[in-house]
């Protein structure tokens, strides 16, 4: 009972937001690094349009994240507040509410009843219980917005790194982008072993997961580059 319970909990959203901010900014900046540099540009110019994707991406991102955080705690703070003004003008509705959830955790028919009395005899534990066995919501457990901010652009920041690191060391771009491509796979596997270690899943099944996906945008960045590069 507790595992799915410590899903969703603030760490291991932490956890799923770093994974996902991590894996958000080594994708899209390998596909690009890869798309421009495949475009003919210089290794300066590579880093530079690197750079600019980077501090583009992270910013977005940690912006995204406080949105939407923001718009999930209004909606559950919605939620509370519908709850309340049913208990307050619907309490008979509430109340059988509150023994059918009882009775469907297989509590005997006189246990329902007083545990439904205890239950009701305070609103604020009514709505709690309310909140939490009926809608799932848990408010000791709101996020704060602007710590899933800093998560999830500092996580999209470090992903932009392995791609771009390259290019710090290395000005000519055909030493630097196999460095890049190795990096980046590399990262990416990792980064699937880390999540199936969380997740409890396969290990090497999702580090090659995440290393098709990183594949795919680098793919996809020597495609547009050479398209673009042709065409310029």
């Not at 008979?92 to 297989?106: C, K, L, S």
């Not at 408010?139 to 771009?164: C, E, H, I, K, T």
């Not at 771009?173 to 999540?195: H, I, N, Q, R, Y």
């Amino acid at each position: 009972m507790m595992q799915p319970d410590r899903v969703h909990t603030p760490a291991a959203r932490a956890i799923r937001e770093v994974v996902f901010g991590v894996n958000d900014g080594l994708v899209s900046i390998t596909g690009l690094v890869v798309g421009v540099a495949s475009s003919h540009m210089t290794g300066p110019e590579v880093l530079k349009a690197g750079i600019a994707a980077a501090v583009a991406a992270t910013v977005a991102m940690g912006l995204g994240a406080y949105l939407s955080t923001a718009a999930q705690n209004e909606y559950f703070l919605a939620e509370r507040a519908r709850e309340a003004r049913e208990v307050r003008e619907m309490p008979d509705d509430e109340r059988a509410e509150v023994e059918g959830i009882y009775r469907a955790q297989g509590f005997p028919r006189d246990l329902t009843r007083v545990l439904t009395d205890h239950v009701t005899a305070d609103p604020e534990r009514w709505i709690d219980f309310m909140m939490k066995e009926e809608l799932g919501i848990h408010l000791d457990r709101l996020d704060n917005p602007w710590q899933s901010a800093g998560v999830m652009a500092l996580a999209v920041l470090l992903g932009s790194l392995p791609p771009l690191a390259p290019f710090l060391l290395l000005p000519r771009v055909a030493d630097a982008l196999p460095w890049t491509l190795g990096l980046g796979m590399g990262t990416a596997f990792v980064l699937g072993v880390v999540k199936a270690r969380v997740a409890k899943g396969n290990w090497w099944k999702s580090g090659i997961q995440f290393v098709l996906v990183s594949a795919a945008a680098a793919c996809a960045g020597i495609i547009a580059g050479h398209w673009l590069g042709g065409g310029a």
